[in-house]
């Protein structure tokens, strides 16, 4: 088996220097570590340096068999047994192992995905265990009802049951943070999983399935296959002992999964992607608003669903704001993960990298100013994705950069006069994932999160996010909700029952 020179391997902690001698990753089917029937494996890679990180085995359609047949008899044995009190311990204990490992899971998330190590340890990492937290109190609050029937002498109540075996397929922008996600909800409710990380960031999720291994969770209540999406994830959306695909992706992926989810009717909830719209009126307080701005679509690269990545700002602030993003871009110090000083990593793949400095030269090509960037940054280490952030000024609808998800440092910035014109320009996309609106005069505020087709709108704020508060798509964004009690519904079936009473 091939092993990989260990990158950045003096500033790693003893603890991730063993998770990355312990590779190639192996499969989790039923609480055993194992390789792929087939032995096949990939390939992960670095992405400040573009060199190979680690070999993960490849789950095949027969694997992914084992891992479902796995979960469904856990479904069927010792977890359906384990009381709500005992699934909310075995959760809480998982969020505490979470973050007693918070250094090492920072360290394999930036070493994986390329966002700063600063990131990992402040944003994905306590993201995770706040998820697992907060639906660690869910079990024993999840209730069915007494119904007031009107036929003589039944009673008729409800009883709320898991759905059954979850595959859970997850992206590679917040690998970690998106399992808990799917798996708190998942989990509290009473589910099985399957669960497919993308094959480029697998590792985090192998170090997280052996916390849920420590804490003690029953033999195939969590189970891994990892590989990749046309192989690995098409196995567990055909498959017909699966009850229901929690996934978020790209829309086009979406749409894949709902064909080939029919077979058996899967349950399916799909978070998707987004062509946010940021929105600054001219009375905001642009400086503030501006650098938020900024923060909305650099972020993580801007590898965000909800990244904002149209601008529109009301045409007497267009210039001043259009000053501050420029300048806030220009100083990003752009590097390495793990360099201490880089704000923002590199991107994720080199497929993405491809992507996207594709759509920066389509930009370009269909006339687009470019305030700055849409240049490689300086001083970073060659072979590694890295973008410059960038702005593009004088755009039009009808450009690939203004309609389509980049999911990269590219924002596309257009002046707007009136709130009708905002709202119009705004929901001109087949997107409805976020918006932002920046106002001091309420009135608008509210009347603006009235107009925009999107499932969460920030006013005077963007990118809040919080367990106990729903997030999800309008539109080709997707449906279904993520967080809050929202979420657990997508993973619960109501049975009604009724009881002769004489
Ligand atoms: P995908 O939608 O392909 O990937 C998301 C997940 O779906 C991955 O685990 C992937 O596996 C899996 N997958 C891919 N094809 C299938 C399939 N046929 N059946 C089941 N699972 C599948 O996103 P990409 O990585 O290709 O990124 C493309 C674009 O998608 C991005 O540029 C961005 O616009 C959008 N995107 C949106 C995200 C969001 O948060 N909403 C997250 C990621 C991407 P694998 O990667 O291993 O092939």
């Excluded at 993405?352 to 006339?367: A, K, N, P």
Aim: aromatic share 8%; glycine share 10%.
């Amino acid at each position: 088996m091939t092993t990989h020179a260990i990158p950045y391997e003096s500033q790693l902690t003893p603890e991730t220097l063993a998770f990355l001698r312990r590779l190639p990753g192996r499969l989790l089917i039923g609480g055993q570590w194992i390789a792929s029937v087939a032995g096949r494996t990939f390939t992960t890679y670095e992405p400040s340096t573009g060199q190979p990180l680690a070999e993960v085995y490849q789950a095949e359609a027969e694997d992914v068999d084992r891992a479902v047949a796995a979960a469904r008899a856990a479904l069927e044995g010792p977890w359906r047994r384990i009381t709500p009190l005992e699934r909310e311990r075995l959760l809480h204990r998982l969020a505490d192992l979470i973050e007693q490992r918070a250094q090492e899971l920072a360290e394999i998330e930036t070493l994986d995905n390329g966002k700063p190590l600063s990131a990992s340890k402040a944003i994905d990492v306590p993201s995770t265990v706040d998820m697992f937290r907060y639906f660690a109190g869910w079990p024993t609050k999840i209730e069915g009802a007494v119904k007031p029937v009107s036929i003589p002498n039944r009673l008729n109540y409800t009883l709320r049951e898991p759905v059954g075996v979850v595959g859970a397929i997850i992206p590679w922008n917040f690998p970690l943070s998106l399992i808990s996600w799917k798996l708190g909800p998942a989990l509290a409710a009473g589910n099985t999983v399957v669960l497919k990380p993308a094959e480029q960031t697998p590792l985090s999720a192998i170090r997280f399935c052996e916390l849920v291994c420590e804490a003690g969770f029953p033999d195939g209540v969590v189970n891994l296959a990892q590989g990749p999406g046309e192989i690995t994830g098409a196995a567990l959306v055909a498959h017909p002992g699966v009850d229901k695909i929690a996934f978020t992706g790209s829309t086009e992926v979406g749409r894949l999964i709902m064909k080939a989810a029919a077979g058996n009717l899967k349950r399916l909830s799909l978070e998707l992607g987004g062509k946010s719209p940021h929105i600054i009126f001219a009375d905001a307080n642009v400086s503030q608003a501006a650098r938020a701005a900024a923060g909305a679509i650099f972020g993580n690269a801007g590898q965000s669903c909800n990244a904002g990545s149209r601008l529109l700002v009301q045409r007497p602030a267009y210039e001043q704001a259009l000053e501050i993003i420029t300048r806030r871009a220009e100083a990003i110090r752009v590097g390495p993960g793990m360099d201490a000083r880089s704000e923002m990593g590199p991107l994720t793949s080199a497929e993405h990298y491809q992507r996207v400095t594709g759509y920066i030269r389509s930009g370009v090509e269909q006339g687009a100013a470019v305030r700055v960037g849409a240049a490689r940054p300086a001083g970073v280490p060659e072979g590694g994705y890295f973008v410059s952030p960038t702005v593009f000024d004088q755009v039009r609808d009808d450009m690939a950069i203004v309609r389509e998800e980049i999911f990269g440092p590219v924002l596309a910035a257009m002046p707007f006069d009136t709130p009708e014109e905002a709202a119009r320009l705004a929901n001109a996309t087949p997107y409805g994932l976020a918006a932002g609106v920046w106002t001091r005069d309420v009135a608008t505020a509210h009347r603006m999160a009235g107009l925009l087709q999107a499932g969460t709108v920030w006013v005077n704020c963007y990118s809040q996010f919080d367990p106990a508060s729903p997030f999800g798509g309008y539109k080709q964004s997707g449906f279904g909700r993520e967080m809050g009690h929202e979420a657990l519904e997508h993973y619960l079936e109501t049975k009604s029952v009724w009881v002769a009473t004489s």
